[in-house]
């Protein structure tokens, strides 16, 4: 076995969710460990379209009301 699956913690939660690994295996090199989960669906939407596209908080909270872009809400 080449521990694909790993355990994951949930953040505010007791449990862990199983998430893929890295399916290969470097000789010599450090086993890879899974350090964080996957994000939410939508948990840096506002992050990208601030940074990478340049929008202002204003433009971002109407693309969220107009449900243009979602975003992560806990």
Do not use: C, M, N, Y
Request: hydrophobic share 40%; aromatic share 6%; proline share 8%.
């Amino acid at each position: 076995s080449i521990d694909f699956f790993a355990e994951v913690p949930v953040p505010g939660s007791d449990t862990t969710e199983r998430q893929r690994g890295l399916p290969v295996r470097l000789k010599g090199a450090e086993p890879f460990q899974v350090r964080r989960p996957a994000p939410h669906i939508g948990e840096h939407s506002a992050a990208i379209v601030s940074d990478v596209l340049g929008f202002d908080e204003s433009t971002i909270r109407q693309l969220i009301k107009d449900k243009i872009i979602g975003v992560f809400d806990e």
